[in-house]
């Protein structure tokens, strides 16, 4: 397995989460194209609850892919914002592939995908109240305490609001974070697809986000269709989302960055092409960093 360093993680990594550069979401779809070319990836994603089996042909792949690319862990089942129990068989299967992986960190949604121990797959919003900050703060002080390290929370597009919200998006993950204690993976699609949806500057989600404590960003393209924009993952990255990142970058400094695609794959080389022009963004705003100092 590979083992990563942290000696020379820059200031804004942590010891748990250390600086990884560009990465990708790891696809069956390019599973042999990974391992005959090697591709010049600095980390992988998956999405954990495709590898919380016993055996078979994805784990074969995760255990090879392993080898050669350090890994982190991304899940969409843990529906830490949901009212049933946490589901322990879950966080079982959870830690037990975390300890196959030795992942760089662990992240899901700040979201809630399921009632009655029906799971929705979908990824829903949660109301913006103090009651739900107490509430979700609770449970991700439970997941890490059975994971035993702090996880990242992802915030997730949204297309309704609730009536009875009381404050704003990212005034909700700001104190979701600091009463759990826990890391964020901003995505910077989703941003951009709420702002759209819910007619809010994009970049007052910047300036309230709790940008500190963000130690990966997710880039990813959408489906517009005028009106509303849907999180579809199955187009280029566009250019209003390199936009946003640029602003991101500004703010928090060179962030561990993953391209998402999830639908209509591209040949591998598109992707690489996404990467390296997430590379690009990211040296400029460390040569403007250091311009500054």
């Avoid at 999405?47 to 995760?62: F, R």
């Amino acid at each position: 397995m590979n083992t990563i360093s942290t000696a020379m993680a820059p200031e804004s990594a942590t010891d748990e989460t250390p600086y990884l550069g560009y990465g990708l979401g790891l696809r069956p779809e390019y599973y042999e194209t990974i391992l005959e070319s090697t591709p010049d990836v600095d980390w992988f994603e998956i999405i954990s609850e495709n590898y919380m089996v016993d055996g078979g042909k994805p784990l074969y792949y995760l255990d090879r892919i392993n080898e050669r690319y350090p890994i982190v862990m991304h899940g969409v089942s843990l529906s830490i914002g949901g009212t049933d129990p946490l589901d322990q068989v879950y966080l079982r299967r959870l830690k037990a592939l975390a300890k196959r992986v030795q992942p760089a960190w662990i992240s899901d949604h700040l979201c809630w995908t399921g009632q009655g121990g029906h799971n929705m797959h979908d990824l829903l919003p949660l109301p913006y109240t103090d009651e739900a900050v107490r509430h979700v703060a609770a449970r991700v002080r439970q997941v890490q305490d059975t994971l035993g390290r702090r996880i990242l929370l992802e915030n997730v597009s949204s297309y309704v609001n609730y009536s009875h919200s009381t404050m704003s998006e990212w005034a909700f993950l700001s104190a979701v974070v600091e009463e759990a204690d826990c890391l964020v993976l901003l995505d910077i699609n989703n941003i951009y697809v709420s702002a759209v949806n819910h007619r809010f500057a994009p970049q007052d989600y910047l300036d309230g986000a709790p940008l500190e404590r963000v130690q990966q960003i997710h880039l990813a393209g959408h489906t517009d269709y005028g009106d509303f924009i849907i999180d579809t993952h199955d187009h280029p990255v566009p250019d209003p989302v390199w936009d946003l990142y640029t602003e991101a970058l500004k703010r928090c400094g060179r962030v561990s960055t993953l391209i998402e695609r999830d639908d209509r794959f591209p040949p591998f080389a598109e992707l690489m092409e996404e990467l390296q022009r997430a590379r690009l963004l990211g040296g400029e705003a460390l040569q403007a960093e250091r311009c500054q100092v």
